[in-house]
Structures are given as structure tokens and as C-alpha cells.
């Protein structure tokens, strides 16, 4: 079996960016887009209808547009697309060892591109108003003309909910932000922002257990964590701002994740703890998280990964095991 130079596990902006650049490369990298683990091929933006921070795109993109182009690209430069799962991989020995569902392969690099899921809370219409109201990121959809001049709800009890709250109030008329408990996680400072704030209404002991509208969101149905009392919220809007978890589960034991499970890179790289191993996207990214940042750090992985393998030797060797 062909050693392969470099393979790619995952897909969305950091995958197919990472594939571009290490086909214009020449490395002729090895892509497992993904299938079922972690969603769709394609990442999160698979489920996003309007992208419209991306630059080059004065008008908007859908994702699922987004990612058809930067698949093509990787395509048009001749990387090798496999929609597989990789189930299992095997970084102690070199050349690695990378298992998906119908292919194993040996490669001298690899990039992974995994990424992170959102935490939904699954309440009753999340599916039908996804993306028509409800959402999981204030940056990328808060300006999105559905939430402007109207009131909306974040769910959520810490820094970032209290940071997309606060962004929110930039467009919306009012924000209302939904507290399981009595208290913030939050930072004092964010915590005084808030309740400082005269378009930030707190609920306390509240939760969202269903949501209600017609073809877009309209409200939400409430309940109150210490009472159990049912009220009704009338929003447009509602964001879950309650994390995500990283798709590591794949390389516990075997490269160094931080304490939330999200993979480690050194300094201002890519670089993980394993010689001839990077990681790109929301795999190791849990601050920012838009497209655009995740499309750079794919192409930062893949530029490091064309120097680590020059000087490696794998472009010549190319051996037949």
C-alpha cells in the first residue's frame, strides 16, 4: 500500500482550505470529508442557510453553497475526497495509521480538521425553526435582518452568552437572556455590562422547553427551574450560547486536548504535541469559531505541513509498503 504524504480528517472551511493549499502543494492529500460523525460533510455551515460575513461575498452565500465551492476547489487541485468516518487512528507508530469505515491508510502528515458541535437543547420545534429563528451563533447570524428591531432570547449563563447578549443589542430591540439558575457563571465585568445594560432583560430559573411560530419563530414556552410554573416569551430570536464540544473523542490518549477536549497547538501554529500532526477549525479553536478563522488556520496547517514534509523526506520517498 502507497504511504500516503498527507491526510486530512474532516472537511468544512478548515478541511477544504487545507486541501486546496496542500494540492496547489502538490502533496496530492488524502481528505476524509466525514459521514455521519460530527454532522455532514461540509461541518456546521452545512446547516447555516445565510453566510454572510464571509468575505467575497458582498451579497451573501448559503453554507451549503460555500462548501460546494471550497470542495470543488480542493477537487480542481487534486486532492482525493473520501465521505467516510475515520473511526480510528494510530499516531504511536510512524508512518500513522488512519481507519475509516471501508479504507485504512498509512501517511507521513495529518491535518485534523474534526471540528465542534454545538449544544442544542432538542426542545420541542428547535428542528422546524433552525435557522428561521433559532441559532447557535449571535456573531454569525445576529445581523441577519430576521433579529433586527425585534426582541430576542439567549440561552446560556456564562461569558459567552453574556458576550453574544451584549452583541445582540447592536440589532435587536430587546435581548432577553435566559438563566437555568439564580446566578452568572460569567465574569464580574461581563456581569456588571449586563446588568447595565437597559436592553438586557435577565430571567432568572428560566428555560426554554418549547418554541412556536409560523414558518419563522415567533415565541417560546418557559419554564421555571424552581417552581416548575409555564410562561410564554414573545421573541423572534433565540440563541443557544451553551457551549460546544470538540470532535476529539477520535484521538483521546493520543494527542494532548485541553480540559474541555479541545486539541492543543503550539503558540501561534498549528503545531499538536506529535511531530507530523496539526490541527485546524473549531477542533482547536473554542474562542472565535466563525468560517473565516478556520479557513486560515486550515491554510496555515497546510503550509506547515508542506515545510514539515519537505525536510521529512516523504516527497521523495513516496514508498510502497
Known amino acids: 500500500m502507497r504511504v500516503q504524504n498527507l491526510v486530512i480528517i474532516g472537511s468544512g472551511p478548515a478541511g477544504y482550505t487545507a486541501a486546496i493549499y496542500a494540492g496547489r502543494a502538490q502533496l496530492k492529500p488524502l ?9 455532514v460533510p461540509g461541518g456546521q455551515l452545512m446547516t447555516t442557510t445565510e453566510v454572510e460575513n464571509f468575505p467575497g461575498f458582498p451579497d451573501g452565500i448559503t453554507g451549503p453553497q460555500l462548501m ?31 481507519t475509516a469505515n471501508e479504507k485504512e491508510v498509512q501517511a507521513f502528515g495529518v491535518i485534523i480538521c474534526t471540528g465542534a458541535t454545538a449544544k442544542r437543547l432538542h426542545i420541542l420545534g428547535e428542528d ?26 439567549v440561552v446560556g ?15 435587536a430591540s430587546q435581548v432577553h437572556l435566559l438563566v437555568r439558575s439564580d446566578q452568572l457563571r ?46 410564554q416569551l414573545s421573541v423572534n430570536g433565540l440563541f443557544y450560547a451553551i457551549g460546544h464540544i470538540p470532535n476529539t473523542e477520535l484521538f483521546k490518549g493520543q494527542i494532548t ?34 468560517a473565516v478563522t478556520a479557513a486560515g488556520s486550515g491554510c496555515m496547517a497546510a503550509l506547515e505541513a508542506e515545510r514539515w514534509l519537505s525536510n521529512y523526506g516523504s516527497l521523495s520517498i513516496l514508498s510502497v509498503v
Open 257 to 290: 486536548l485541553d480540559a474541555q477536549g479541545y486539541i492543543i497547538t503550539e503558540g501561534k501554529s498549528t503545531t499538536t504535541n506529535i511531530s507530523g500532526v496539526w490541527a485546524a477549525g473549531d477542533v482547536q479553536d473554542h474562542h472565535y469559531r466563525q
Open 128 to 153: 422546524e425553526f433552525w435557522n428561521n429563528g433559532i441559532s447557535a451563533c449571535a456573531i454569525c447570524d445576529g445581523a441577519s435582518p430576521l433579529f433586527r428591531h425585534v426582541e430576542v432570547a
Open 186 to 231: 460569567a465574569s464580574k465585568t461581563m456581569q456588571n455590562r449586563l446588568f447595565a445594560h437597559p436592553q438586557i432583560k435577565i430571567h432568572w430559573h428560566s428555560i426554554p422547553i418549547s418554541a412556536h411560530g409560523n414558518e419563522i419563530l415567533q415565541g417560546l414556552c418557559l419554564k421555571n427551574t424552581l417552581t416548575g410554573d409555564i410562561s
Open 68 to 98: 460546494k465551492q471550497m470542495r470543488q476547489q480542493a477537487l480542481r487541485w487534486g486532492a482525493n475526497l473520501i465521505t467516510d468516518d475515520v473511526i480510528k487512528v494510530d499516531f504511536r507508530q510512524r508512518p500513522f495509521i488512519i
Open 31 to 39: 481528505v476524509f470529508e466525514g459521514f455521519n460523525a460530527g454532522g
Open 157 to 171: 449563563g456564562g461569558d459567552t452568552a453574556a458576550e453574544e447578549a451584549l452583541y445582540l443589542t447592536k440589532y
